[in-house]
């Protein structure tokens, strides 16, 4: 889907998630760091994460989107198989 074929609440939405995930990746303790982040701040940024989820699963299934498509390399073999029918030229009266 594309950034203008989404509604303000998806853009909203993405851009929490996104941002949220930046601050998680950027105060990530190190090698033998403690985190500066309190336990009650981790399990905050936890349930936000859940919450922007389960709103962006409500938002797909409104608009009738599968929520199980992933993403996949172009030469991956794919587990559903197209195949090709030839008319046998007899016609059914």
Not at 46 to 53: K, P, Q, V, Y
Not at 69 to 89: C, H, I, N
Request: glycine content about 4%; some cysteine; charged content about 30%.
């Amino acid at each position: 889907m594309d950034e203008a074929e989404l509604t303000k609440e998806q853009q909203i939405l993405r851009a929490m998630r996104k941002t949220l995930g930046s601050i998680v990746k950027d105060t990530a303790p190190r090698d033998g760091m403690d985190s500066p982040l309190s336990s009650a701040t981790v399990e905050n940024i936890r349930m936000c994460f859940s919450l922007i989820a389960a709103r962006e699963a409500e938002l797909a299934e409104a608009l009738g989107l599968s929520r199980n498509e992933r993403p996949f390399y172009s030469d991956e073999e794919q587990d559903a198989k197209v195949l090709q029918f030839a008319p046998t030229g007899n016609k059914p009266n």
